[in-house]
Structures are given as C-alpha cells and as structure tokens.
C-alpha cells in the first residue's frame, strides 16, 4: 500500500494568493483528517471526513480556509487568499474508521507563505 | 488549561535507561487514547494503543488511569533510536468526535 500521499511537499507563495493541497487517503479509509502543525500551536485538528462527508470543521481557523472531498480517494485543503501566520506543515491522514482507529498520516506538506 | 498536557521535556538519556512520560487530559467524556511518535520533519505514526488494563509492547508499556485521567509511557532499556517527540492522544467522542494531541515531550538518547 502507497500509504497517505500529499502534494506537493514543499510550497512558497506570497501572501494573497490561492494556496491548495492536496491528499489521497489510503484505499478502503472511510475517515480522513486535516491537521496543521506549528512550533507555537502543535498539532490541531482542522477538519475531518467521514465516508466523503464534513463532520466536523470547528478546528478550521477562518473562512479563509476550506476542504473538501469529492470522492473517497482525494481531498482538497484550499487557503484564499493565503496569509504568512498560514505557514506551517499540513497532514493529512485517514483511518478505517473515525472512533478508535489509527490514524495514518502522510507525508505532510510544507506551507511557506512570504 | 490546555485539554491535554504533557511532560514539557526534553527528555536526556543514556542508553539503557528507563524514561517515563506522563500525560493528563481534562474532559472526563474522552473515550480512547494513543502514543505516537514523530521523528523530525516527519510525520506522527502510532506507537501504541492505550488500554485501561495496561499494555505492554516489547520495551515499551502504556498505562491509562481513567480516575485521574492519566496516560503514562514508559520505555525501557533505552534505544539511540527512541530519540523521537513522543505525542499523547485523545479522542473525545460524546455528541460528536475530536482528537485532540499532546503538545509532545523530546526524548534524546544519547550513547
């Protein structure tokens, strides 16, 4: 299994413009999170999935930011217009199911907003 | 307060010896709980599961006290490759569902 794949890895932008990530959770997940993660915050939880539907975005910091996902394989995390307090690194990650089951994260995407 | 808190570290070991590290969680209606690792600049992966009996995973063992909502790891014989962030769990699941992370505890071991 290719395990969770996030892209791109790295991202530079400058401030004001359209940032998007995205993810592919693991085949056969029916749960997939969203996570930021900063030196002065840790890791928060921004958004989930359950079976391609939002359950939960209380986490997502501002109306700047939005996720979806249009089917059980991609996810999208789409910051509008993008700020310098955004930089941090985004997980994805998703899990057999949401209540007690591991989660496995990918490989993160590194957000640089100058 | 912070919904979980955990040792702030770092953590300074020698191989061999045995580190401990605990963790508290505020909401009573938290429903499972897990250790992760993360290494830096990587992502976090699951060390292991945390049961109310205790668990026991080689060198590695967890423990939950649900009466004083407390999580504790405890790493034994320690390893040059136990140096890692270790993060503490949460999964709040009444009316709803959360996880919640620990902002982790640095663990070096050192030769």
């Known amino acids: 299994d290719a395990g969770v794949i996030q892209s791109p890895r790295h991202e530079v932008t400058e401030m004001g413009q359209e940032v998007t990530l995205r993810c592919k959770p693991i085949?056969?997940?029916?749960?997939l999170f969203w996570y930021r993660q900063t030196m002065m915050r840790g890791l928060e939880l921004l958004i989930y999935?359950?079976?391609?539907?939002?359950?939960?975005d209380s986490g997502m910091p501002e109306d700047r930011f939005s996720a979806k996902m249009p089917n059980a394989s991609f996810s999208t995390l789409k910051i509008q217009p993008s700020e310098p307090r955004d930089s941090a690194v985004y997980f994805c990650?998703?899990?057999?199911?949401?209540?007690?089951?591991?989660?496995?994260f990918g490989p993160g995407t590194r957000l640089t907003v100058t | 307060r912070k919904e979980v808190e955990q040792d702030p570290g770092p953590f300074n070991v020698p191989e061999g010896a045995t580190v401990a590290f605990n963790c508290t969680y505020s909401?009573?209606?938290?429903?499972?709980f897990f250790w992760y690792r993360q290494d830096c600049r990587k992502e976090p992966k699951l060390l292991m599961s945390?049961?109310?009996s205790g668990n026991e995973d080689g060198r590695f063992t967890a423990q939950l006290n649900r009466a004083s909502q407390y999580i504790s790891l405890l790493i034994r014989d320690s390893k040059l490759s136990d140096s890692a962030t270790y993060l503490c769990?949460?999964?709040?699941?009444?009316?709803?569902?959360?996880?919640?992370f620990g902002a982790g505890t640095r663990l070096f071991v050192k030769a």
């Open positions: 990650a998703s899990s057999l199911k949401v209540r007690d089951y591991e989660q496995y």
């Open positions: 085949s056969g997940h029916n749960s």
């Open positions: 999935f359950n079976n391609n539907v939002p359950i939960d």
């Open positions: 909401n009573s209606a938290s429903q499972s």
């Open positions: 945390v049961y109310s």
């Open positions: 769990v949460v999964n709040k699941g009444t009316g709803g569902f959360k996880t919640i």
